[in-house]
């Protein structure tokens, strides 16, 4: 048997998959082959409705494996995740969450094996409307990077503290399909498109305020190219800034409402095409 994390909540405003991991876990696929583990990854979060209690859980994990000596809510939390994920080695994370971007359903790897390989043509072939996103995670800064396998489920637009019907049926459908890839144990073979991460936008400040909003024309644009001249930011004093950049880039994670936090505007990406 496959032991496989589906975990929840890791955000604790991010309602679709604290929902499935508290009420939905009889839409999730059943397998003889699967031994199936539903994880309320920061239910302290939940209970105050927020994305975390003292720092970010999802990139915490990074300076809890380099044993500082750390005080937040969310580092004794990781330190937790990590010894139930260590119980079980070979297992396989899922980790849901949802944006306020208009990503549609995406699949998020921050490993770049094989394995991971496979199960981005597995899931491109099944449902051919799903975004596959590689955003190498080198620091393990993530819950899904805890154990060689992990995944992403991604899917917006979706605002914070909502159940969204429609969201949670898009993320119960992916996070099947990648049951389903486990399960079988498939070694596709064919190509398909992904995106990878390659630089984070950030607002425009003056004086260290907010001094730009994302441009109208760019608004809820993912994953539509961003060429040279496009508008990007719509300034407060009533100027478009262009974007400057040569490359073509395709913006993710456009007016996230988390990212403010961070002062990103969004994480543009490169198109590509791989064969496995
Ligand atoms: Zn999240």
Known sequence: MKHVFIVGGTHGNEWTGITIVNHLQHRILKSPKLNLEFVHANPKAFEINKRFVD??????????????????????????????????????????????????????????????????????QKLPDVKVIFAIDHSKKYVATQLTHGAIIEVGPCSSSVNNPIVIDQTIELCNVILEFIASEAKPQGSFEYYIEKEEIHYPLVDGKLAAMVHPKLQNKEFIPLKKGDPLFYHFDGRTQSFEGDKVYYPIFINEAAYYHYNIAMVMCEKHRMTV
């Open 55 to 124: 720092i970010d859980l999802n990139r915490v994990f990074a300076p809890v494996h380099q044993n500082q000596n750390l005080k937040a809510y969310e580092y004794t939390r990781a330190q937790e995740l990590i010894g139930k994920f260590n119980e079980k080695p070979d297992g396989f994370i899922i980790d849901i969450h949802t944006t306020t971007g208009n990503m549609g359903a995406t699949l998020i790897l921050s490993q770049d094996e094989l394995w991971h390989k496979q199960l981005a043509l597995f899931v491109s």
